[in-house]
């Protein structure tokens, strides 16, 4: 009996197939529709507005505020991320135990919850009490108020994203580099190609496809930053480190307008299609494949 | 290697030891400390007595015990659920030949590309008319179900040779035979992997707790230490915090030290 109706192959993905239409497929539809109607979840009115809420959005300085926010945090941890995993990555590739060790060590802020890792740093940051801050004093720095002042709020939150996320960009850019072939290093070496030339002419290039990889699953996750923003800074102060997905989840779950957070969800759906698309079409012609 | 690079390779691995060891040993060292001397400028490195008092208090306070079962329950919950809904998709697509198979497929992996930040909003609403907010439901049903797991798992399954199958079928081995005693085991690497994967980001999980409850009685770890922190600043008992905090890390960095590189290569080939 069991075997007849698993020997059926609609049978088998049909929990599957029902879930990921219930928590995504129908989610998607739901929130193209909501996101035309202005729905308070605390008065329980909903009605048919149009594109009001999205002109609403357009209208919003938080909104751009919010999205030059996330702008810079993209940029920021990206471009910072992806360098110093690329630095670091060609310094401990090698299977030495020191170099294990060390990747151990920066990877694990990875396996542990942000709420761990940043109230860590909020430790470490309290510009009161701070270590950071005493630090910067015995230098003779002037101290900072870190999250608590608009100033410094949104580096704040890139200094513990960069520094969580570091080990897992190091272990990527480990694993490209171990798949480039010896053989191409030793003919480098018979050619008298210097270690800049190897750098820039051998390991560059082919690592590029890695590196192009890294570059959009870290676009897209660092567009998707909600955790160390709501465990940090709320998005404050005055929207200083208000980021797109914490800026929707005010509208929907502190305003209780469903609709704008609706609306705000569809904007950041197609942010990251279009970031997709791009990667869709680059990988597929431009990047350098051995 | 040049001296110079030798030098510099040293420099750069002591930096990184500094920076990543450094916060958790002050973490380790503030636990210890009363609350005078965690808020004490400029601080002493080390407590003059050790308060392991500070870590009792905060286990009775932040009710640990009732969270840690919850995030046993959850996570549990969503690995044999995973186990249950995953293998036998990736066992239909990596070997069976059906309409539409390619259809489906690209159905079950759509959220692989859509971060759940897309529809986190819907999703609380489709909870609350299921009457699910603050139950159990609201934490695992919805999570039952991974594109990632079935993606990594078929590819496994497909390393898997038909001919192996065709032989066991051959001495008449039943479907549900094939799948648990033949193909799992051989696969049991790639399934591990995948639900290790799902353990530590099911057990470290801040988001949905966040948006699915309200309430409590259902929430999880990570949430009962993010409640520590004070809402005016300056009045955070951080000795007390740094304890919550150090027994939300420990389990974790147990079972990390203890399983390092296969942890390392479930994250690594996980979301690659």
């Not at chain 2, 080390?46 to 306070?61: C, I």
């Not at chain 2, 008449?172 to 690497?189: F, N």
């Amino acid at each position: 009996m069991v075997n007849r109706i698993i020997r059926n192959p609609y049978i088998l993905i049909a929990p599957a197939i029902i879930l990921v239409s219930v928590f995504s497929l129908y989610p998607i539809l739901f929130a193209v529709r909501v996101s035309f109607m202005n729905w308070d979840t605390v008065l329980g009115t909903k009605e048919n507005v149009g594109f009001d809420n999205y002109i609403h959005i357009f209208k919003d300085p938080v909104f751009w505020k919010v999205l030059k926010n996330t702008l810079i945090f993209a940029f920021f941890t990206v471009v910072i991320g992806i360098v110093m995993a690329f630095v670091i990555g060609i310094f401990l590739q090698k299977n030495r135990f020191s170099d294990n060790l060390v990747q151990s060590i920066i990877f694990t802020p990875n396996i542990l919850s942000a709420v761990s890792v940043t109230v860590m740093w909020m430790w470490l940051m309290d510009p009161n009490v701070g270590i950071i801050n005493y630090v910067l004093k015995w230098f003779g720095l002037p101290t900072l108020k870190w999250m608590m002042s608009p100033d410094t709020s949104l580096m704040s939150i890139i200094i513990v994203s960069i520094w969580k996320g570091l080990g897992y960009n190091v272990m990527i850019v480990i694993a490209g580099l171990q798949s480039i072939p010896r053989y191409i290093y030793e003919a480098a070496k018979l050619d008298r190609a210097g270690r800049w030339t190897t750098l820039f002419r051998i390991t560059l290039p082919l690592l590029s496809p890695t590196l192009f990889f890294l570059l959009i699953t870290s676009i897209i996750s660092s567009f998707s930053a909600f955790d160390v923003v709501s465990l940090m800074t709320n998005g404050g102060p005055e929207n200083s480190s208000n980021l797109i997905v914490y800026w929707i989840y005010q509208i929907g779950f502190l305003q209780f307008n469903i609709g704008k957070a609706s609306a705000g969800s569809i904007l950041f759906m197609i942010m990251v299609s279009i970031i997709a698309v791009i990667n869709y079409v680059f990988f597929n012609k431009k990047v350098h494949y051995q | 290697m040049s001296y110079a690079a030798k030098v510099l390779r040293v420099l750069l691995l002591l930096t990184l030891v500094l920076v990543f060891v450094f916060p958790f040993i002050w973490m380790l060292s503030t636990s210890l400390k009363t609350y005078l001397e965690s808020i004490k400028f400029p601080p002493d490195f080390l407590p003059k007595a050790p308060q392991f008092v500070n870590y009792s208090k905060t286990y009775v306070r932040i009710h640990f015990f009732h969270y840690a079962m919850n995030s046993v329950i959850v996570t549990f919950s969503i690995v044999i659920g995973q186990l249950l809904v995953c293998i036998p998709a990736a066992y239909a697509f990596a070997k069976k030949k059906f309409r539409f198979a390619g259809l489906f497929f690209a159905i079950v992996l759509i959220d692989l590309v859509l971060p759940a930040q897309v529809t986190f909003v819907p999703i609380y609403v489709l909870v609350s008319d299921f009457g699910w907010l603050d139950t159990y439901w609201a934490m695992i049903i919805p999570f039952i179900y991974s594109s990632f797991a079935i993606f990594f798992m078929t590819q496994a399954f497909k390393q898997i040779p038909d001919e192996l199958l065709d032989a066991a079928r051959m001495d008449k081995a039943t479907e549900l035979q094939i799948i648990v005693q033949l193909m799992l085991p051989i696969a049991k690497p790639f399934v591990l992997t995948a639900m290790l994967f799902t353990c530590i980001s099911k057990w470290n999980d801040y988001f949905w707790p966040l948006i699915l409850t309200n309430s409590e009685s259902v929430r999880t770890l990570p949430m009962t230490v993010k409640g520590m922190i004070s809402d005016t600043p300056g009045l955070t008992q951080w000795n007390e915090l740094m304890a919550g905090n150090m027994m939300l890390i420990i389990p974790i960095l147990v079972l990390y030290i203890a399983a390092n590189r296969f942890i390392k290569n479930a994250f690594v080939y996980g979301i690659k």
